[in-house]
């Protein structure tokens, strides 16, 4: 007999009967926090312009409200999932929202652009702290299996939704009600979750354990620091279109402590990330699938929405309505779709599905021409991307969160987060530098052949990106799970 596989199966009917009487109330309180959080990203973006005109600032300044944000989000995750594990998850979510509101009221009122950025910072600190633990609550209360499938599933619907909403009511609120509103809604939703979360959310009895609740330090301040840094420098590509001196040493900085994070984590005997974990092949391939997925949709999304105002004429709402079919697609797929997918065919055959929907979607991209061509080209090519990542996105989730066992929710939840929101930095800046660097010269009489020639290249390269995420996805075992004795492999 086996006191650890037994308990395993102990504890998973115990979370079982726990989620089952307010399984749907958490569910709904989860994801609409992570719906807040990820609407935050980019509801901002659309307001930039306001912001410039009214506090009186330069554009390479008003960047930083956005920058800002998710430096201190990337850069935080891990370290809040870990948190989560040694101090509460439904303790630190509840703070994470108070603190995410609170900052949000202080963004909204922020009388200068120096208050508005560190107010931004902040806000992004307490996403970190909900997001992660919000994916470790959803985890321990839902048993894997189907019920936790289905879940991950509207999750995940509601993350890529919000990232679309974010675009088309940052215009909608700007317009009509200025730019300090679109920071102001969330704190009443953010406050109202906090205060329901306190009433509804009852996390099951945890393992036993040797009481220890200190946390890796070290290892935290030099993931922290070094995964800030990566995405200041990628930041800094995305802004600048080129490569600076001072981005290469941003860049050897963060590698550096990066490294030194690895050093750590192999040495101390309470590891912030074991790497004994990271080994797991399910654990490390469904991460770097999700980075790549990120890395292809937020860098499409991006050249896609200039290629729209620069090239066809919208404005900022219309760019953001011309995402909107795409995202209720996804949410469609994700939400009450992939679940059923991955409890019939597995997530290897869901994942590889979907990815190689959305390698479609991006070839189908490097058709856009300068003479515009969105029903032709990027409303379908949207749909059909849409449609995959609807698929993929729960699927890479549910295999980066299979076989975790308790006490491992938050590394594992955290893990996958900063994936996801490293991924997008990422891809921006690869992407963009491509675009940038094949643009060929354009001409009086067609000012944007040049630029959609850099973009045909550059979707080209977003599509080489899905492929490798495909290859990836056949690695996945479906079925895999991870029930260890080795003390080595427990964090």
């Known amino acids: 007999m086996n006191p650890r596989t037994d308990y395993g199966r102990a504890e998973q009917a115990e979370v079982a009967k726990s989620a089952a009487p307010h399984g749907l109330p958490v569910l709904i309180l989860l994801t609409m926090a992570q719906f807040v959080i990820v609407l935050d990203y980019t509801i901002v973006t659309v307001a ?70 560190a107010a931004r910072a902040i806000q992004g600190i307490g996403a970190a702290i909900g997001s992660a633990t919000g994916l470790s609550i959803l985890v321990a209360l839902f048993p894997e299996g189907p019920e936790r499938n289905r879940a991950l599933g509207i999750f995940g619907g509601v993350m890529g939704s919000g990232f679309i909403m974010g675009m088309i009511s940052g215009g909608i609120i700007t317009t009509y009600l200025g730019w300090r509103w679109v920071f102001d809604v969330t704190v009443p939703i953010g406050l109202a979750a906090a205060a329901v979360s306190a009433k509804v959310i009852k996390m099951p009895a945890k393992a036993p354990s040797s009481g220890r609740k200190s946390l ?21 590509i995305q802004t600048d279109r080129a490569v600076s001196t001072q981005t290469v040493e941003t860049l050897g900085i963060s590698a550096l402590s990066l490294a030194g994070f690895l050093v750590i984590e192999g040495r101390t005997t309470n590891p912030l990330l074991s790497l004994a974990f990271l080994r797991r092949r399910m654990v490390f391939t469904a991460n770097l699938v ?11 999304t ?42 019939r065919s597995g ?14 979607g991006y070839l189908l991209l490097t058709q856009v021409s300068a003479a515009g061509n969105y029903l032709t080209v990027v409303l379908p090519s949207t749909m059909v991307i849409a449609l995959g990542l609807g698929l993929a996105f729960p699927a890479y989730s549910i295999a980066a969160l299979m076989g975790a066992k308790r006490g491992e929710e938050g590394l594992a939840s955290g893990l996958i987060n900063t994936s996801r929101q490293m991924g997008g930095p990422i891809g921006v800046a690869g ?15 067609q000012p944007f052949a040049g630029f959609v020639t850099g973009l045909d290249f550059a979707f080209a390269a977003t599509a080489a990106l899905a492929a490798v995420a495909v290859l990836l996805s056949y690695s996945i075992r479906s079925r895999e799970r991870i029930v260890s004795t080795n003390a080595a492999d427990v964090p």
């Open 48 to 117: 930039l312009p306001s912001i410039i005109r009214e506090l009186g600032v330069t554009i390479s300044l008003v960047q930083w409200v956005v920058t800002a944000y998710g430096l201190t989000l990337a850069g935080f995750l891990l370290l809040s999932g870990r948190a989560g594990d040694a101090y509460g998850h439904k303790r630190l979510f509840i703070a994470g929202l108070v603190i995410f509101s609170l900052a949000s009221l202080a963004s909204g009122l922020a009388p200068t652009i120096g208050i508005l950025i």
């Open 216 to 236: 890796d330090f070290p290892g935290a301040v030099t993931v922290t620091a070094g995964l800030m840094l990566l995405v200041y420098a990628l930041t800094n």
């Open 290 to 300: 999700a980075l790549l997925t990120l890395a292809s949709f937020v860098g499409m």
């Open 302 to 343: 991006f050249l896609l929405t200039v290629y729209m105002q620069q090239v066809l004429g919208y404005t900022p709402l219309d760019a953001g309505l011309a995402f909107a079919p795409g995202g209720l697609v996804f949410f469609a797929t994700s939400g009450f779709l992939a679940a059923k997918f991955v409890n």
């Open 347 to 360: 997530v290897r055959a869901t994942l590889a599905v979907g990815e190689s929907l959305s390698l479609a």
């Open 431 to 445: 992407l963009a530098t491509v675009a940038t660097l094949l643009d060929p010269v354009s001409t009086a009489s």
